[in-house]
């Protein structure tokens, strides 16, 4: 297994606009190594959650972890889970907004309008299917890292150029 962190694709990658494929028995042993590669590449960061793509590898899977860090110093604390082929689902039509930032995008925020309480399902690395519903800032980290399943960041969910700032700006508030 790697252990070195992998580069993090940077907004202009074509890989970050390409719908990531599909996680198949075929694809399980790149699978085990990829999440090893999303764990060790997301661990030197202050990040809360990476996708396959960000490591440039088109494959549907995330890795969401919850934990205070200079970028996101009240998210609450959670072991890392990495969900493969992940999906979820609005429990209703709760929408917050709230700003984020990606390691895909230095520098910048924005307030992004996000469902705040959803039902996902998944694939551990063990094989089993998993369910669960998501609440709050880690159903927002899940669905931003979603996104990136779907070629999409969080730039394409802003509804307002002005709910755009620089990160330092951010961090003195």
């Known amino acids: 297994m790697t252990t070195q962190a992998k580069a993090i694709a940077l907004l202009g990658e074509p890989i970050l606009r390409k719908v990531a494929n599909l996680?198949?028995?075929?694809?399980?042993?790149?699978a085990t190594q990829t999440a090893n590669d999303l764990l060790v590449s997301l661990e030197g960061t202050n990040g809360v959650g990476l996708a396959a793509p960000q490591i440039f590898e088109s494959l549907r899977m995330i890795v969401v972890a919850s934990?205070?860090?200079?970028r996101y110093p009240s998210a609450p604390q959670m072991a890392p889970i990495v969900m493969i082929n992940p999906h979820f689902t609005p429990l209703n039509d709760a929408v917050e907004k709230a700003w984020e930032g990606c390691l895909s995008i230095p520098g910048i925020r924005g307030n992004v309008p996000r469902y705040q309480h959803i039902g996902i399902n998944y694939v551990d690395l063990s094989g089993q299917r998993i369910e669960m519903e998501?609440?709050?800032f880690v159903a927002r980290i899940f669905q931003h890292?979603?996104?990136?399943?779907?070629g999409l960041v969080y730039l394409d969910r802003i509804e307002n150029n002005r709910d755009i700032i620089s990160e330092a700006v951010f961090?003195?508030?």
């Open 171 to 173: 961090l003195k508030q």
């Open 23 to 30: 996680i198949t028995p075929d694809t399980i042993d790149k």
């Open 67 to 70: 934990k205070p860090t200079k």
């Open 145 to 150: 890292e979603y996104d990136h399943l779907d």
């Open 134 to 136: 998501l609440n709050g």
